[in-house]
């Protein structure tokens, strides 16, 4: 979903956001630091598999997912980080690793760590490596519907 789609169903369920534009980054903390957002409240989004189905995880850039904490906390059987060639063909327009974790337009199951569900306001990439939004959680949750479980652990 390129930025502007994102714009637009946000825009159309009344949210308030903010762009942010930064220089190229990749990883989650050369992100935070690009865009001067504290790590604990930018939202990386990992894509798992979860008994075989793709799910997005979603957790401060500062953490990093516990496979255990989250088999125990979904009650799965397996889970595993899934391969790029998984998942890389269902969010057309967005960069490699830059999809939003808006999983519910793409059908997926979003999974949020509780620790960043304690913040008031979330910044993540929007579809590009060089653009964050930034929105209160609150409005996230309300249009996406994750499940809030531990599955964090810091780096």
Excluded: W
Excluded at 54 to 83: C, H, I, K, N, W
Excluded at 120 to 136: C, Q, R, V, Y
Aim: aromatic content about 10%.
């Amino acid at each position: 979903m390129p930025l502007t789609q994102l714009k637009e169903f946000l825009d159309q369920h009344g949210v308030k956001y903010v762009t942010v534009t930064h220089e190229p980054a990749f990883t989650a903390p050369e992100i935070a630091a690009a865009a001067h957002v504290p790590g604990q409240e930018l939202a990386k989004t990992v894509m798992v598999k979860i008994d075989g189905k793709l799910a997005m995880a979603v957790l401060p850039a500062s953490y990093r997912v516990d496979f255990e904490l989250l088999q125990e906390a979904t009650g799965a059987e397996d889970v595993g980080l899934a391969a790029e060639s998984e998942f890389i063909g269902l969010f057309p327009g967005c960069e490699p690793g830059a999809m939003p974790p808006f999983g519910n337009l793409y059908g997926l199951d979003v999974y949020v760590a509780d620790v960043l569900a304690e913040d008031d306001e979330i910044a993540f990439n929007a579809g590009s490596l060089t653009e964050l939004m930034k929105m209160s959680y609150r409005d996230f949750a309300r249009l996406v519907h994750p499940e809030v479980i531990p599955f964090a652990a810091h780096v």
